[in-house]
Antibody, heavy 119, light 110 residues
Framework: QLQLQESGPGLVKPSETLSLTCTVSGGSISSDSYYWGWIRQPPGQGLEWIGTIYYSGSTYYNPSLKSRLTISVDTSKNQFSLKLSSVTAADTAVYYC???????????WGQGTLVTVSS | QTVVTQEPSFSVSPGGTVTLTCGLTSGSVSTSYYPSWYQQTPGQAPRTLVYSTNTRSSGVPGRFSGSILGNKAALTITGAQADDESDYYCVLYMGSGIWVFGGGTKLTVL
């Protein structure tokens, strides 16, 4: 059974880089046609699509975050990662990783992890 | 900048039918936007209900259905149950690998 688990620091200081990892179990991150993505949700607010990486390595980013964002895959560890630089309080959110077979929005979600940006 | 719109709130009686919509501030939603729908209860991760307009995700009961109604995507819940009380989000594909979520609809069953 596919499981995705987010991990990383729960507290990040302003201006620093937020780094999260999603560990995939029950499936290979290298499988054909799968997209691996990040979505976030500020406290009490709606969902925001952050970006996606295709199994081949192609990346697609939210234009509003693109200048600060890097999503990458580590096939040896069956993980994919998010790095968001120069964070502010506005980046405080629950961050979800997800798998989308085929890129049509059929997300299989991780449980999410809260990241707070504060000094 | 085009924004994805959803009703902020909606209510339905138990056993009733409700249709939530997902539109654009500029233009019409079509199947080319691959509209998808997600259900979220407080403190939980979202759950995928429908993707690519009208395909139910694995394990989703048939009382959830997706469609295009006029110039919007729609999620219809037939025979609403108490545990359908949740937040519902749609997402649209904008091209070039980019997706945009709507602001969500808070559904009350009473």
């Amino acid at each position: 059974q596919l499981q995705l688990q987010e991990s990383g620091p729960g507290l990040v200081k302003p201006s620093e880089t937020l780094s999260l990892t999603c560990t995939v179990s029950g499936g290979s991150i290298s499988s054909d046609s799968y997209y691996w993505g990040w979505i976030r949700q500020p406290p009490g607010q709606g969902l925001e699509w952050i970006g996606t990486i295709y199994y081949s390595g192609s990346t697609y980013y939210n234009p509003s975050l693109k200048s600060r964002l890097t999503i990458s895959v580590d096939t040896s560890k069956n993980q994919f990662s998010l790095k968001l630089s120069s964070v502010t309080a506005a980046d405080t959110a629950v961050y979800y990783c997800a798998r989308d077979p085929g890129g049509y929005g059929d997300y299989h979600w991780g449980q999410g992890t809260l990241v707070t940006v504060s000094s | 900048q085009t924004v994805v719109t959803q009703e902020p709130s909606f209510s339905v009686s138990p056993g009733g039918t409700v249709t939530l919509t997902c539109g654009l501030t500029s233009g019409s939603v079509s199947t080319s936007y691959y509209p998808s729908w997600y259900q979220q209860t407080p403190g939980q991760a979202p759950r995928t209900l429908v993707y690519s307009t009208n395909t139910r995700s694995s394990g989703v009961p048939g009382r959830f259905s997706g469609s295009i109604l006029g110039n919007k995507a729609a999620l219809t819940i037939t025979g609403a149950q108490a545990d359908d009380e949740s937040d519902y989000y749609c997402v649209l594909y904008m091209g070039s690998g980019i997706w945009v979520f709507g602001g969500g609809t808070k559904l009350t069953v009473l």
